[in-house]
């Protein structure tokens, strides 16, 4: 460190962060009035006004985002200062930067995850200054003046993909677009999901691997047309520069442009480049910019493949990968919650087809110009024969490139355990097994002649099972926030995995966006049975969603049998569930009162629906599956939204076993028209769990419900606020805990209080 201060200085940068952060200390200023305005949004859901400079607008799917800048809060004659803001609005015309905009809609302040594993909205678009956003918006421009240099690179980018799109085939444009521009939006789900399960994204993404290359080939070029190194460096740095803000400026293209433009200074100067002391530099440079990058998954993998890269970088390919695949393993298990099991294979091959791919993909879109310009000015024969087979000439290179690498990654992607749902680990794994991985290193470098070392390569699968394998020990109940619907994941002692409903009328893509995330941060690879209480779709488009995914290779995720409730007349939703499980590899099963399930202690018997309840006109909600759910002294009831008959069906089996609940799902999200007072009687829960959506047209839960709840004397936990709410019991006594605000609690089943720990 002695030799380089520049690195020690970045340790302490990082140490201190972390530090004030764990500490609660804000490491950014915030807006001056960013508390009151926070005050000011909780004390009632009308729509606000907020006047700011437009930094920049894109549109996709029919919605203009719109990010403004020194933005002001006008409420009740007063103004307030809150810094960024992001709106959004329908669809309606470009408005470029640097302009003033008036808008009026739904203000709220950017949440972070309701759910462990979901999308940390909150911390990503703080990096970008924002903590603000609108919805609903109407946007009108009061005045001020283009900002010309930046809308001239939005409507650069915006032009170039859109010439892209008209060069290249539309399946080719789009992953070109990608690489070239930034551009993710044209890539489906499928597509998505393709690079990600081959573990080559970072492909897809403007990383260091692009500007490297197209960078130093610049530079390169430059010197073989025998232009000097100060300004061949110069005019490369430039270029980089600008390339750079066109694509975003992404944490990796910012790393990777602050070491290249430290490469090429060190050429222009004649001085030796150090590696480590340029990357330090690099992160330094960003943390100054906004120290919560420090936190940023972004920065963390970046930082962190580039690390391993230097410390390896002179063992052979094969080596460096295998060292990349292992030293980045708990860091992308800690994002990703899976792991692509053949990366290794599939980035040996694809990734020195970069390059290729790169030079041919510009190469055929500079090219495409020439042909346009000269065809307006020839004729029409020679625009009809020569210039279109110059074109395609242009064009052939990477289109066989890129259909020839997506190829290779759907074949990788067909192979069996092509992704592997692990979860997150725990810190105690963690630090065991980085401790067990660099002894590995330390063995293998000190073995290097001997063929002991082989025999070290046996054990690379043991020492990724540390993290991968999940022992389940106890029973827990996951009761999802799904917004406005139900979403309920049971794991047991012995490995089985159910899913009770999986919906919502409030939160799009419930079953991609919340679910999924939490299936898979939970390490669950398996659904052995989903439950669907009704075909209600605020209990259901979520699990259409899973299955839909299932069945189009977009997750590992499997299903072994969907359980629907018995019903003489089918509507459309029901047999569409039925024809989605059967798309998926599921079975499909049938149950009614009287039916049950056990599996390792836990038992699961189906108190409705009874068909001799069922009416001439479908009611869902009284042919509802409601559950009881038994593991030795513990009890929970489930109750979906069951109502009117199914109900009093309930209440009649509970009368005649006398059984009561340490915990209650509260029935139709805690409407006044269920869960009366009679059914708490029965029950007596000890904990009673509402699923509902914040501000829902509903009104859910109702005062009414909540009054009955209250006089039975049980603990009320809210989706609301608590987030997740998780129960966890070993048949004797359990805890409850909620995700929001992290606070714990614990009870026995013989109806104890809780003590906060």
Same mark, same amino acid.
């Given at each position: ?27 950014? !200023? ?27 607008? &894109?549109?996709?799917?029919?919605? *203009? ?16 200062? +809150? ?24 203000? !709220? &302040? ?43 690179? /939005? ?34 789900? &499928? ?6 399960? !081959? ?18 080939? @610049? ?89 391993? *890269? ?13 060292? @990349?695949?292992? $030293? ?28 290729? +791919? ?62 592997? /749902? *692990? ?23 000190? $073995? ?51 899913? /009770? ?54 997750? %590992? ?56 309840? #069922? ?40 009368? &005649?076993? =006398? ?26 829960? %000890?904990?009673?769990? /509402? ?7 509903? =009104? ?11 006089? *039975?004397?049980?603990? +009320?936990?809210?989706? +609301? ?15 409850? #805990?909620?995700? @929001? ?17």
């Amino acid at each position: 460190m002695r030799r380089r201060p520049l690195c020690l200085l970045c340790l302490i940068l990082c140490a201190a962060l972390t530090a004030l952060h764990l500490l609660g200390v804000p490491l950014t !200023a915030e807006p001056a009035d960013e508390a009151r305005a926070r005050q000011i949004l909780s004390e009632a859901s009308v729509r606000r006004e907020v006047t700011g400079t437009a930094v920049r607008s &894109e549109t996709q799917d029919g919605y *203009c985002t719109l990010i403004l800048k020194k933005s002001y809060l006008h409420w009740k004659s007063r103004t307030y200062s +809150i810094g960024r803001v992001k709106i959004t609005y329908k669809e309606g015309g470009h408005i470029p930067a640097g302009v003033r905009v008036r808008a009026s809609g739904m203000l !709220a &302040e950017i949440e972070g995850p309701r759910n462990p594993g979901g999308f940390d909205a909150a911390l990503y678009w703080r990096l970008q200054g924002i903590r603000f956003s609108m919805s609903g918006a109407t946007v009108a421009v009061t005045g001020g003046t283009v900002n010309t240099p930046a809308e001239t690179m /939005i409507c650069l980018r915006r032009n170039l993909s859109g010439h892209i799109h008209a060069v290249w085939p539309e399946d080719v444009a789009d992953i070109l677009c990608a690489m070239l521009t930034g551009d993710r939006s044209g890539l489906d789900g &499928e597509v998505q999901t393709l690079w990600r399960t !081959a573990g080559v994204t970072h492909m897809l993404c403007i990383s260091g691997l692009h500007l490297t290359v197209l960078g130093m080939g @610049l530079f390169e070029l430059l010197r073989k047309m025998k232009v000097r190194t100060a300004p061949a460096g110069v005019l490369a740095m430039l270029v980089m520069a600008a390339y750079t803000v066109l694509t975003g400026a992404s944490v990796s293209t910012c790393r990777a442009f602050f070491m290249f433009a430290l490469g090429i200074t060190a050429k222009m100067i004649g001085r030796t480049y150090d590696f480590w002391t340029a990357l330090a530099v690099a992160a330094m440079l960003i943390l100054l910019e906004n120290p919560y990058y420090l936190f940023y998954s972004g920065f963390q993998m970046s930082f962190a493949a580039v690390l391993i *890269c230097g410390v390896f970088r002179k063992r052979s390919k094969g080596m460096v990968a295998l060292m @990349l695949y292992l $030293w980045m393993l708990p860091l992308v298990l800690s994002v990703c919650y899976e792991i692509p099991v053949y990366s290794i294979a599939v980035n040996l091959i694809a990734v020195p087809l970069l390059p290729a +791919i790169l030079g041919t993909g510009i190469l055929g879109t500079v090219g495409a110009y020439l042909p346009g310009v000269c065809a307006a000015q020839g004729s029409a024969a020679v625009r009809g024969g020569f210039f279109p087979a110059l074109e395609h000439v242009l064009t052939l290179p990477a289109t066989g490139l890129v259909r020839g690498l997506s190829f290779l990654l759907r074949r990788a992607g067909s192979l069996p355990f092509a992704s592997l /749902i *692990c979860g997150r680990p725990v810190p105690l794994r963690v630090a065991a097994y980085v401790m067990l991985l660099a002894l590995w290193c330390a063995l293998a470098k000190a $073995w290097r002649a001997d063929r002991r070392r082989i025999a070290l390569f046996f054990f690379v699968p043991l020492l990724a099972a540390l993290l991968c394998v999940r022992l389940p020990s106890r029973l827990t109940l996951s009761f999802v926030d799904v917004g406005q619907g139900d979403g309920i994941v049971i794991e047991t002692p012995c490995g089985i995995n159910c899913l /009770i409903d999986s919906g919502s009328s409030t939160v799009k893509n419930v079953g991609q966006y919340r679910v999924l995330p939490y299936l898979k941060y939970r390490g669950i690879r398996k659904l052995d049975y989903i439950f669907v209480t009704h075909t209600d779709s605020d209990h259901t488009n979520g699990i259409e969603e899973i299955l839909t995914m299932i069945a189009s290779g977009q997750t %590992s995720l499997r299903v072994g049998t969907v359980v629907m409730p018995y019903l003489s007349r089918r509507d459309d939703a029901y047999r569409r569930i039925g024809q989605l499980a059967e798309g998926a590899g599921a079975r499909l099963l049938i149950v009614s009162e009287g039916d049950a399930f056990a599996f390792g202690g836990v038992k699961l018997a189906v108190m409705n629906p009874d068909p001799a309840n #069922e009416k001439q006109d479908l009611d869902a909600n009284g042919q509802c599956i409601v559950l009881a759910l038994s593991y030795g002294e513990f009890d929970a009831l489930f109750t979906g939204d069951v109502s009117g008959d199914g109900e009093a069906n309930v209440m009649s089996r509970l009368r &005649e076993n =006398g059984r009561t609940f340490e915990v209650l799902k509260v029935a139709h999200h805690g409407s006044k028209y269920s869960t009366p007072s009679e059914l708490l009687r029965l029950v007596r829960p %000890s904990v009673s769990v /509402i699923s509902a959506g914040a501000g829902n047209r509903y =009104g859910h839960p109702s005062y009414e419900t909540l009054g009955r709840l209250r006089a *039975c004397g049980t603990d +009320i936990y809210d989706t +609301i606020s608590c987030g997740r709410i998780l129960v966890e019991t070993d048949g004797k006594t359990f805890r409850v #805990e909620r995700w @929001l605000q992290f606070t714990r609690h614990q009870t026995s089943v013989n109806g104890q209080r809780y003590q906060e720990r």
